[in-house]
Structure formats: structure tokens, C-alpha cells
């Protein structure tokens, strides 16, 4: 079964929820009719519930970016699963680079907040992805290899086939250094095969893989063209509804 695109923006710590409504009523013109893809915006918390009003009926998923791994409890600032769902959102990135870098999230964390959001019904963006040194070194599929293994572990085949997946070296991201489509093929089709090692290949044939890091209107057609880039993950580039619609419209 060919695998729907999954095109998604990751606002990360930008618009209010005001602005996010303006953004997704801009937005929702120019990919109506689209629906042989899924269309997905991650929102900051404050923003959620604005962006899931403004986003119903019309088929775009609404996300967080992270949350933590308890219901509920004394975790001063945080945000559960159950709270994001309230909100009125379906979706949460998981391990972004920016938590790995900068919050201490690291693959056991990824793991214990996956095991939240499938518990709590949410759509599970999994990011990882190699930094320069350690590609540099030789090293990027070894990486990416243990993060994989760590950020999924106790996780079902059901659960993997389920979820998406997001390959997002670091030396790409924000840095106008777009991964090649060969290089991002290379990536996706590295993790597929270790996910069919981990979980059976019916599981790895269902999982989508986005890319990330510097997709632009410009690449997005032929990442999306190769064969195990299933979708794209965009941050700078989803902050404006046409560029984005442009990224989402790839193929138009
Ligand atoms: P970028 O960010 O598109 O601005 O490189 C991608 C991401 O961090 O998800």
C-alpha cells in the first residue's frame, strides 16, 4: 500500500494564537481540494486551541511540539498528553533537535514521552538526525541507527506502522544546507530497513518518513519524489501560509 504524504510545519517558538488563526485561514484556500495528502501544523502550546478551532472540517492536523510523559502532576511548566488533547490537537512532535540540544532530551526520554502520546491517542512525530561532526566522522547511519532503537523503545509494530517518523540531520536545520535528495533517500532508506529489522517489514512498509532541515518551496518536489521520502517537515518555511502552500502543493 503507497504511503499518503504527510506534509507538516513546525512553527516552533513563533505565533500567537491570533496569529495562528490568521495563518490557517490564509492557508486553507490554497490547498483545498488536496486529499490525496495529509497537511499538519505544529503550533506552540498557547496557540493550540485557537489553531484547532480555526483548522476544523477543513482535514489539517493540528500538533504540539513536545510534551511530558506524566498525566498529570507537580512538573512546574510542563504539558501533558491528555492537556494537548483538550486543547483540540491530534498530533505531537517528539525529540525535535532544538529538545534534544537545548531541553536534555535525549532517546529514553523520546521513548517514555512516545509511550504518553500513544496512550493518549496523539500522533507521534519521531525526530532524529546526525550532527555534523558525526557525519563528518563517518558515523551519521551508526547514529541515527541507536536513536532509532532508543527513542522506539517498548513501542509495538502497531504502533510504529502508526506513527511518522522525521529524519532531520542537525547541519540542515535553519542553515539553508538542505540535505541532497540523495542523501536523504540514503538516510530514509537506512531507517527503513532497521525499522523492519526491529519491528518486521510490514510495520517499516507502513511507517512514513519525513525529511527535514532547510526544505524550501524549491526542494520539496524532489525530495518528495524519492521513494522513501514519504513527506517533509519544515520549519523556517511554514511560517508563511503561501510559502508553505507552496511546499504542500509540490507536485501542482
Ligand atoms: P528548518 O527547520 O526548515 O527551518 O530548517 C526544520 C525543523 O527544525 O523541523
Redesign the pocket.
Known sequence: MAREPFLAG?WKMYKTGDEAVKFIEELKPLIRGLDDRRTALAAPATALRQAAEAAAGSGLIVGAQNLHWAQEGAYTGEISASMIKAAGATMVILG???RRQFFGDDDALVAKKLAAALAAGLLPVVCLGENLAEREAGRAFEVLAAQLQGSLAGATPEAVAGLVLAY?PVW???TGRTATAEQAQQAHEFLRGRLAELFGRPAAEATRILY????KPDNAKSLMERPDIDGV?????SLKADSFAKIVRYDA
Do not use: P, T
Open positions: 513546525n525535535h533537535s532544538e532531520e540542515a536545520i535553519g527535514g532541515g532547510s526544505v517537515l519544515v520549519g523556517g518555511a
